[in-house]
């Protein structure tokens, strides 16, 4: 198992939880040639929108479709990142157009940029320098909400509560 990149539990709500299915995780990238097959079994109109991924404990990029669960890419494993990704074909190859951290079962860390940059760079895969969209994630410590913070106003929506300036996501 991956030391590298702080592990994010699933925190979601337990209904995804039945979208687990073992032996039916996310495809596992682990080079260019992999993602090269997996995206040419997509049909075009999905290769248009970005895919579910997660970057599970061993450090590899696992995809599944837009509107999969992430804790069911996961195969209900913790992960180092999760969020969406999509791609486009530059000089012969895909390399990622768009990823964000965008998952509220996992509520990944700025930070999992990390782990996903490593699985990225490990596949041979093209990517940004960060995130293209970033989503900060905070519970709320009067309701317990999970909240995603908005043009940084640290606001809880449900209650109006302040929320804590440093990730506090975990259950």
């Known amino acids: 198992?991956?030391?590298?990149?702080?592990?994010?539990?699933?925190?979601?709500?337990?209904?995804?939880?039945?979208?687990?299915?073992p032996g039916a995780e996310g495809r596992v990238v682990r080079s260019a040639r992999d993602l090269d097959a997996w995206l040419a079994a997509r049909d075009r109109a999905e290769l248009?929108?970005?895919?579910?991924?997660?970057?599970?404990?061993d450090g590899l990029l696992r995809l599944a479709p837009r509107r999969s669960e992430h804790v069911a890419c996961?195969?209900?494993?913790?992960?180092?990142?999760a969020g969406e990704m999509g791609?486009?074909?530059?000089?012969?190859?895909?390399?990622?157009?768009?990823?964000?951290?965008?998952?509220t079962g996992y509520c990944p860390r700025l930070e999992s940029w990390d782990a996903v940059a490593r699985a990225l760079d490990g596949a041979g895969v093209g990517r940004p320098a960060g995130f293209t969209y970033a989503v900060v994630f905070r519970r709320c410590l009067?309701?317990?909400?999970?909240?995603?913070v908005r043009e940084g106003?640290?606001?809880?929506?449900?209650?109006?509560?302040?929320?804590p300036g440093e990730w506090n996501a975990a259950a």
């Open 153 to 163: 106003d640290f606001v809880c929506v449900f209650c109006g509560g302040d929320l």
């Open 48 to 57: 248009a929108e970005p895919f579910t991924y997660v970057v599970d404990l």
């Open 74 to 81: 996961a195969g209900g494993a913790d992960v180092l990142g």
């Open 142 to 148: 009067t309701c317990g909400e999970i909240n995603i």
């Open 87 to 103: 791609f486009e074909r530059t000089a012969g190859r895909w390399t990622v157009r768009e990823v964000s951290n965008q998952s």
């Open 1 to 21: 198992m991956s030391t590298a990149g702080r592990r994010h539990g699933y925190i979601g709500p337990a209904e995804p939880l039945g979208t687990v299915r």
